[in-house]
């Protein structure tokens, strides 16, 4: 498999998503570098991964900082001694109706769902592009393809996930540095998402949907798996995964 021996950087690798990811990618032979807030968590996780065989590290990483996430890719470089991928995962959704005007919410979710992915980009793309190789692979969410009712400012941060991300696949076609790109469009998984809600109205309506439909973060590990694991002259860029029982 291709993802054996790849250096791969996880943001938000401390729970949900990021942490079934990591998990997966180093039981597949992936040297795996955790970002995320909460260093017992990555503690943790990095113990687990060892104890089944994988080799993992991790560095306290907020992505709202730059100079954090730049530490973190320098980790993978003088840790595993270079660097294939970087999974942008970190994110919240403290969903509201924007007369709600939870304006702080705003501003947080501008920092973290694309300023974080913007630092994300600029860490690793003098990397990518002097070795013309490597991966960037990104969650965005099903709202990011489609407008939702309550999720005004986390769909505007959402779309312009994908946007991005596809640009830098026509560019980097455009300039030969082979960068590829995987847009992840995740619907209803059971992450810890939904405790960075605070509006009581919004919340119950989703946690209602989560509580029937709800899979859990595995399913996107799978696939992120998968887009790693292609040929390097395959870019398999954008993937929507639903619950089945989802409408």
């Not at 980097?172 to 590829?180: F, H, L, M, P, V």
């Not at 595995?218 to 694991?229: G, H, L, M, S, T």
């Amino acid at each position: 498999m291709t993802v054996e021996n790849k250096v791969v950087v996880i943001t938000g690798a401390s729970s949900g998503i990021g942490e079934a990811t990591a998990k997966l990618l180093a039981s597949n032979g992936a040297k795996v570098v955790l970002g995320a807030r909460r260093e017992s968590r990555l503690q943790d996780i990095v113990k687990d991964i060892e104890a089944a065989g994988g080799k993992a590290t991790y560095s306290v990483t907020d992505v709202r900082d730059a100079a954090q996430v730049n530490a973190l890719v320098h980790k993978a470089e003088t840790e595993f001694g270079g660097l294939d991928v970087i999974f942008n995962n970190a994110g919240i959704m403290p969903n509201s109706p924007i007369s709600a005007l939870h304006v702080d919410e705003w501003n947080d979710m501008i920092d973290i769902n694309l300023k974080g992915v913007l630092n994300g980009v600029a860490a690793v793309m003098p990397i990518f592009t002097k070795q013309k190789h490597g991966q960037i692979v990104t969650t965005s969410s099903v709202a990011g393809i489609k407008s939702f009712a309550g999720s005004g400012v986390y769909g505007a941060t959402k779309f312009a996930v994908r946007n991005l991300m596809e640009v830098i696949r026509m560019e980097s076609a455009q300039e030969g540095t082979n960068i590829r790109t995987a847009t992840l469009y995740p619907a209803a998984i059971n992450t810890e998402l939904l405790g960075t809600i605070s509006d009581q109205g919004t919340l119950s309506g989703m946690t209602q949907l989560y509580d029937a439909v709800g899979i859990t973060p595995d399913a996107i590990a799978r696939v992120v798996n998968f887009a790693i694991d292609q040929p390097e002259s395959v870019n398999v860029n954008e993937f929507t995964i639903y619950p089945t029982k989802q409408a």
